[in-house]
């Protein structure tokens, strides 16, 4: 064994055992910094495979910015983790089975040999890899990626409307009311008599 493929089992075993956790830990900050490592050791996997740019854009994207936001929307919100879990018990048959299913199409895809295309030639010295990914993917690939944009767009928009409640108990106001106002309404003019005193 080579000591590249000793660090691909590494960062591959960190990985895996990473994601597990994201979705078996009980507390959900946990489970992002548990998020957080697993994007670190794919982004080490992308390094052993010499895709240089996808694994520094997994970590300033993912890592730098997505996470954060994660933690700071997860500390922020009450959460009460005992009502979360309630129905955790009846969604697991359909979890089960959808992961079954997906392990069994990776073994299928792995065992047909669909990416065994043998040995890469060495690239040359002045090739890219940012500039080859950018080429391909806004060229043959780019109804997809607009597609993706406008799914993200949905997604960024459904979420600052899911988080925006109006809170019946907070004082606010109106500038068009104030401005619509009438003097007579709020103005009232009362007549007294003067007190004498003795």
């Given at each position: 064994?080579?000591?590249?493929?000793?660090?691909f089992f590494l960062f591959a075993a960190v990985t895996t055992l990473s994601a597990l956790r994201v979705i078996t830990v009980r507390?959900?900050?946990?489970?992002?910094?548990?998020?957080?490592?697993?994007?670190?050791?794919?982004?080490?996997?992308?390094?052993?495979?010499?895709?240089?740019?996808?694994?520094?854009?997994?970590?300033?994207?993912?890592?730098?910015?997505?996470?954060?936001?994660?933690?700071?929307?997860?500390?922020?919100?009450?959460?009460?983790?005992?009502?979360?879990?309630?129905?955790?018990?009846?969604?697991?048959?359909?979890?089960?089975?959808?992961?079954?299913?997906?392990?069994?199409?990776?073994?299928?895809?792995?065992?047909?040999?669909?990416?065994?295309?043998?040995?890469?030639?060495?690239?040359?010295?002045?090739?890219?890899?940012?500039?080859?990914?950018?080429?391909?993917?806004?060229?043959?690939?780019?109804?997809?990626?607009?597609?993706?944009?406008?799914?993200?767009?949905?997604?960024?928009?459904?979420?600052?409307?899911?988080?925006?409640?109006?809170?019946?108990?907070?004082?606010?106001?109106?500038?068009?009311?104030?401005?619509?106002?009438?003097?007579d309404d709020r103005v009232r003019l009362v007549k007294m008599k003067p007190e004498e005193r003795d």
């Open positions: 064994m080579t000591f590249q493929q000793l660090v507390n959900p900050v946990h489970a992002a910094l548990f998020l957080v490592l697993t994007f670190f050791s794919c982004a080490a996997l992308w390094m052993l495979l010499e895709a240089e740019f996808l694994a520094i854009a997994l970590v300033l994207v993912y890592v730098g910015a997505v996470m954060v936001l994660f933690l700071f929307v997860v500390m922020m919100l009450d959460i009460n983790i005992a009502r979360l879990r309630e129905g955790f018990a009846g969604y697991l048959p359909v979890g089960a089975l959808v992961a079954l299913i997906m392990v069994s199409e990776m073994v299928l895809v792995i065992v047909s040999g669909a990416f065994d295309t043998g040995a890469p030639e060495p690239a040359p010295a002045t090739y890219s890899n940012t500039e080859a990914l950018g080429e391909v993917l806004y060229t043959d690939y780019v109804y997809q990626f607009e597609i993706a944009a406008v799914i993200l767009l949905v997604a960024i928009v459904a979420a600052i409307a899911l988080t925006l409640r109006r809170r019946t108990r907070t004082k606010y106001q109106n500038p068009a009311q104030q401005v619509s106002v009438d003097r």
